[in-house]
């Protein structure tokens, strides 16, 4: 895993958009999202024990796995989104870039590969992408029934109890 603050340049965005500013485990830890390196599936089990996690699936987007919707998928992915439950990700194989909002609105880039697991949580600004390989697998952990729903960003969306929560936690931890 590598996280730094997103250049904000044109260009394609599964492209690194490395600003050359880090954005330290702290940093991240600060916006509630949490980075595990698991080499063994037995880590990911346990973890999953320990949060709760019942269900679980994989999901693999690329060209030859998705077929002509691909390129829709991607763009789809890289709308600006929150989730009402947490979103948990376990990366089996390839590259991605999950991009989540700081404290001061702005993208911090997060690469992950083989072997990391990353939960983002409930409530936050976040976007997904392949990198220039366009192909990740990964496997999608989940508390209750497997389900994905994003919920594009709009002004009314900052009213989300979920959303609320989340920025109540983040300013919290800014006070303190």
Known sequence: MKAYFYDNEAGDQRLDHDSGRPASASYLSRLGVAYHHCPSPSQVDALAV??????????????GKMGDVYEEK???F???HLHEDEEIRYILDGWGFFDVRGVDDDWVRIRVEKDDLIILPAGIYHRFTT???NYIK??????????????NRTYELDENPHRKEYVKFVVGLSTN
């Open 138 to 151: 990964a496997m999608r952990l989940f508390k209750e029934e497997p389900r994905w729903t994003p919920l």
């Open 74 to 76: 991607v763009k789809m």
């Open 50 to 63: 320990e949060r709760g996690y019942k269900n679980r699936d994989e999901i693999t987007v690329s060209p």
């Open 78 to 80: 890289f709308n600006e």
């Open 131 to 133: 990198d220039h390989n």
